[in-house]
């Protein structure tokens, strides 16, 4: 198909769509051997004359829309003012850790600490506890940011309750932790320089207590525990030593292990001396043919005195009349072991102890300022465009949404 | 005096009659866009909107069977939402430039209606389709999570605005110079569905790249264009190396060679291929 110069009047509709695009009621405009009064556009002047009205009217709506948000953007408004600052929370690290990483792109054990402890802050600076203490005072507060003539939507009602408050204060502020270098951008905004400045200033303030706060308060909680530990280690020693002095106050001072050797190498002497005198006492009966024969019952008598002797030293040694030196070694040896653990325990808990203090000391935190805040020098104007244009958004979402959904519903 | 007031006055109405008539003729062929795809289609006039959606979808159903790393900044769906929508209307913006053409030669035999006319339509229902999606998932999730966070509203529309102008620039100026060369039709449409795919941060975010690779994707104006929108709704996002600047200019020269070229060689599009 070739372009036509004009296809007047005899012009019959080829296109596919130039059935449906009959329609009841769609007036023909102008000439109707225009290309433009086709059966394939008809809607196009339905729409310019045909439905005329409605169109106008949300046309109208549009268009008032739209100027009334450059109204108020460009003119009513009042100016806001912006101060910013930025600061990242720095925790000095040991120089066996604050080494280069392998990849510069991985973030340091520093910066993910700015960057947890700027979340913490986000929220913090935000809560109630901080707002009175920036402003406490709610009288000042709302009439610091009272709604002035004859921009009367912006600001803070005289009427409004804390959680208006509240809430118009999260509004003034915005805390953004940077994800890559761990820096916090701190930005407070007010309808004057001085009170945006200020407010900046305040919420520095309350973030260099906060961490402060933060640090002693965790520093003292580890110290305590540390020396709780410690005072707990003590009391077991101290307990396991006299256990071990009551026990050696009763059996004396003897090492019951040493006893028990000396005692089995007795009674092993003993031992031996009977097989002595028994080789003595059959080598006489073979010799003598009485065996009551003086000699042999010499001998007899020393063998049945020494077995008797081995029985009562075995008897004094683990029966239960005797000291029972078993039984004995075991608890020594038990008790030497509890004073020997709370011993190390307590060297332990000494050490942790002293780490901890260290550690302590070592971690703390400090606000390291990268910028500090400037008093604005003139108000900012980017809100302006930033609103009107968003104005704007919401009227082309309003048509590309919403007609998009109601041409489907239609078509549908 | 008076006469040349007024007939200036005349020449600006004759001009502004001439804009509304030709935006009129846009919008129409948008509908008419609309209506054949919907007689197309399986599902109807909501499978137009539904289709995308499904294939978003189906992405997103992807991303979580792999689990892919996306970032805690941006709720995972609005975050791969904002990706899919942009690449994709970038895509089919591009792509109907590139082929649309020679498919409307029947609504070129109404002089009114020009090759541009219906590039401009395409890229419109393009927009809104992929627009609406946008809202939806948004609205969806924030309905969901009782949580709207939107910090930059301005910059998601000159975002929008800036990447749809950059589809349609680069369809024109590959469908224009494509019509002399055509190894650069089939470059292009490899570009859009391949390489794009890959460098447009769909599946991860910027700040996430080690820093020696970043210089290999953010050359891609649509990235640029992706992390813009991401970071529009929370500022938190970090975008290293993303600048508006970068896509505007994209997005304006695209659009000025593209009808630079369109206006030297509309003839040609009009003949039959």
């Known amino acids: ?412 | 005096m008076n006469s040349a007031m007024s007939r200036v006055g005349m020449r600006l109405r004759e001009g502004l009659d001439r804009v509304l008539l030709q935006t009129r003729i846009v919008l129409a062929l948008s509908e008419a866009e609309f209506v054949l795809r919907s007689e197309k289609g399986s599902f109807g006039v909501w499978g137009v909107l539904f289709e995308p959606f499904a294939l978003m979808m189906t992405l997103l159903a992807l991303r979580i069977l792999v689990r892919l790393k996306s970032t805690d900044l941006l709720n995972p769906v609005i975050w791969l939402a904002c990706g899919i929508a942009m690449l994709y209307m970038f895509r089919k913006i591009g792509i109907k430039a590139l082929t649309g053409v020679s498919k409307k030669q029947k609504l070129f035999f109404y002089r009114r209606i020009r090759p541009l006319d219906t590039l401009l339509a395409s890229a419109l229902i393009e927009a809104r389709i992929h627009g609406s999606i946008l809202v939806f998932v948004f609205f969806g999730v924030s309905f969901w999570n009782w949580t709207f966070q939107i910090d930059d509203p301005a910059m998601i529309l000159i975002d929008f605005m800036l990447t749809v102008s950059l589809g349609l620039g680069v369809g024109v100026c590959a469908l224009v110079v494509g019509h002399r060369l055509p190894i650069v039709k089939t470059l292009t449409k490899f570009g859009i569905n391949r390489v794009l795919l890959w460098t447009s941060g769909i599946f991860y975010a910027t700040y996430t790249l080690p820093g020696p690779m970043r210089p290999y994707v953010t050359w891609n104006p649509l990235l640029h264009s992706v992390e813009l929108l991401r970071h529009s709704l929370n500022t938190a996002y970090p975008i290293p190396g993303i600048s508006l600047q970068y896509l505007m200019v994209c997005s304006f020269l695209s659009c000025g060679f593209g009808l630079l070229f369109y206006f030297l060689n509309e003839a040609l599009l009009l003949s039959d291929d």
Not at chain 1, 151 to 164: F, V, Y
């Open chain 1, 1 to 412: 198909m070739t372009e036509q110069p004009r296809a007047r009047g005899s012009a019959e509709p080829q296109h596919p769509l130039a059935p449906r695009r009959v329609q009841q009621g769609v007036r023909w405009i102008g000439d109707k051997g225009t290309e433009l009064s086709t059966l394939a556009l008809p809607r196009i002047r339905s729409r310019m004359e045909g439905s005329l009205g409605s169109l106008f009217s949300s046309r109208t709506i549009a268009a008032a829309f739209v100027l009334c948000s450059a109204i108020y953007c460009f003119g009513i408004g009042r100016d806001r003012y912006q101060a910013t600052s930025e600061f990242v929370i720095k925790q000095p690290l040991p120089p066996a850790t604050a080494a280069t990483t392998v990849l510069g792109s991985l973030q340091s054990s520093s910066v993910m600490s700015s960057l947890e402890d700027g979340r913490y802050l986000q929220v913090y600076l935000k809560s109630n506890d901080v707002k009175q203490s920036v402003f406490p005072d709610s009288a000042s507060f709302l009439k610091s940011y009272a709604p002035q003539a004859p921009d009367r939507w912006s600001g803070l009602p005289a009427d409004s309750d804390e959680q208006d408050q509240l809430a118009f204060f999260r509004n003034q502020l915005a805390v953004v932790p940077q994800e890559l270098s761990g820096a916090i951008v701190l930005t407070t905004s007010a309808y004057s320089a001085e009170d945006a400045f200020a407010l900046n200033n305040a919420l520095l303030k309350q973030a260099q207590r906060f961490v402060n706060e933060v640090n002693q308060s965790i520093s003292a909680d580890q110290q305590a525990f540390a020396e709780k530990q410690v005072a707990f280690a003590q009391d077991r020693l101290t307990k396991a030593s006299n256990e071990l002095e009551a026990f050696q106050d009763r059996y004396g001072q003897l090492d019951p292990l040493g006893e028990q050797s000396a005692t089995t190498s007795f009674i092993s002497g003993l031992e031996s001396r009977l097989v002595d005198l028994k080789v003595e006492e059959a080598s006489l009966r073979r010799q003598y043919r009485d065996p009551d024969a003086p000699e042999v019952a010499f001998v007899a008598d020393q063998v049945r005195e020494l077995q008797r002797q081995i029985q009562e030293e075995r008897d004094k040694a683990v029966g239960a009349d005797g000291r029972d030196l078993n039984k004995l070694a075991t608890q020594a040896s038990r008790l030497q072991g509890d004073v020997e653990f709370a011993r190390q325990s307590l060297s332990s808990a000494m050490t942790a102890a002293d780490n901890s203090r260290m550690e302590s000391q070592r971690q703390l935190k400090f606000i390291v300022m990268l910028s500090k805040p400037q008093m604005p020098t003139g108000p900012e104007a980017s809100w302006r465009w930033k609103a009107f244009l968003s104005c704007l958004g919401v009227l082309v979402v309003i048509w590309g949404v919403g007609g998009f959904m109601l041409t489907a519903l239609r078509r549908d």
